[in-house]
């Protein structure tokens, strides 16, 4: 019985068949690489329309928060027109009026978020 090493033509046939074992391999570590570098260049991509998407949002917040501001500023203004006086007796101390600022500040940030 004759081995494949006795047989010339089985050697090529062997070395035919690692050749396309190496030349897989190269074409394959060629497709990784490719993969790899499109999917950086889709990371890079989502990070800067992340970024867009952030920088869009804080100039709409600081816009709204402008617009409620000059509306009570508006608001304010009327009401000194209309000579409406504020009651003294309405906040007696600097805590009670400390107060009265952070929950009157604490509502505009809610209702400029509400818009955003």
Known sequence: MARPSDDPGAGREVEA????VLDAERDARTAVAECARRA???RADARATERRIAERAAARIAAIRVGMADK???R???IEAHGVAADPQAVQDEAARQRLDDAVARL???LSEARS
């Open 17 to 20: 068949a690692i050749a396309r």
């Open 40 to 42: 950086e260049a889709l």
């Open 72 to 74: 009570l500023a508006a």
């Open 76 to 78: 304010l203004a009327a």
């Open 108 to 110: 505009a940030d809610e």
